[in-house]
């Protein structure tokens, strides 16, 4: 391991939960190398937790642990687990979907399920709701710091079982292509799709060109409007809609200096439908 932690939850910063987790980790090795991903991780959200791993795993150097903490079932019989991503990387989370996106777009070698008599900090036998603390984060420093190896976690599992949540597949019709809004890039309020540019492509909508974006929320119908295709945010006046390409190479929807989900009050998940169709001359 090259004695990096990475850590993500949806604790927030208001209270003393994050630091503890540290306190943890440095506790046992103080040279470890400790960061967050994000702690913003809206409350219980297994999906968005799932989402910020594949966004950011794969920029990190092999042989870093990730400890992901979205756990509304914390105290269950789900299972904590390991897992070896085929990248080279390693995440410390429970069994509840937070692998989904991992496991189908990089691909997970192996997983082991951690021994929690054996890796749980000391003491903390009859705390059972705070695990990000007392098994993650303890598991992953030790991981990390390579006091141990990821064959000592646990026996392993199959990784065909990993629990996964639900990914809406985008569609190509004949002459539109139909997804969903997947997340938010959080602070600037741009709407990230399950639509590929891959998948886009097959519009052949040139930069500059113009697409029908429709977006509904059930059967209600939030947004509509014809919207330029362009490379960059520049490409279009401040206070105008762009649809671009994201760093995910998924199809986005922005407004220049402006916050797009706001504006509209669009939110996420599979009844968040968003259709593309080339506007024709």
């Given at each position: 391991m090259n004695k990096h932690l990475v850590l993500q939850s949806d604790f927030g910063l208001v209270d003393g939960a994050v630091a503890a987790m540290y306190g943890v980790a440095l506790e046992v090795s103080p040279s470890l190398k400790v960061y967050d991903l994000t702690h913003e991780i809206p409350p219980y959200d297994i999906f968005a937790a799932s989402y910020r791993l594949i966004q950011t795993l794969q920029y990190w150097p092999q042989g870093t642990v990730f400890v992901s903490v979205v756990d509304p079932g914390v105290g269950?019989?789900?299972?904590?687990?390991?897992?070896?991503?085929?990248?080279?990387?390693?995440?410390?989370?429970?069994?509840?979907?937070?692998?989904?996106?991992?496991?189908?777009?990089?691909g997970i070698e192996e997983v082991r399920e951690i021994e929690e008599a054996v890796h749980r900090r000391k003491n903390t036998e009859h705390s059972y709701t705070f695990h990000g603390r007392d098994v993650y984060a303890y598991t992953g420093a030790k991981l990390a710091a390579d006091l141990i190896s990821f064959e000592d976690v646990g026996q392993l599992l199959s990784v065909e079982r990993v629990v996964e949540v639900d990914l809406s597949v985008a569609q190509l019709f004949e002459d539109r292509i139909v997804g969903c809004v997947d997340i938010l890039d959080v602070r600037f309020g741009s709407c990230w799709t399950n639509i590929s540019r891959e998948l886009f492509t097959k519009l052949n909508v040139e930069f500059g060109?113009?697409?029908?974006?429709?977006?509904?929320?059930?059967h209600i119908r939030v947004y509509q409007n014809h919207v330029c295709y362009g490379p960059t945010f520049a490409q279009v006046n401040v206070g105008e809609v762009l649809l671009y390409t994201n760093s995910m190479y998924h199809m986005a929807m922005a407004i220049n200096q402006g916050n797009f989900a706001r504006a509209y009050n669009i939110g996420t998940g599979p009844q968040w439908k968003v259709e593309l169709k080339k506007v024709l001359r």
């Open positions: 269950s019989n789900r299972k904590s687990v390991v897992a070896k991503t085929s990248s080279g990387h390693y995440v410390v989370t429970p069994d509840n979907g937070t692998l989904t996106h991992v496991k189908r777009l990089i060109e113009m697409v029908e974006v429709s977006i509904t929320n059930g």
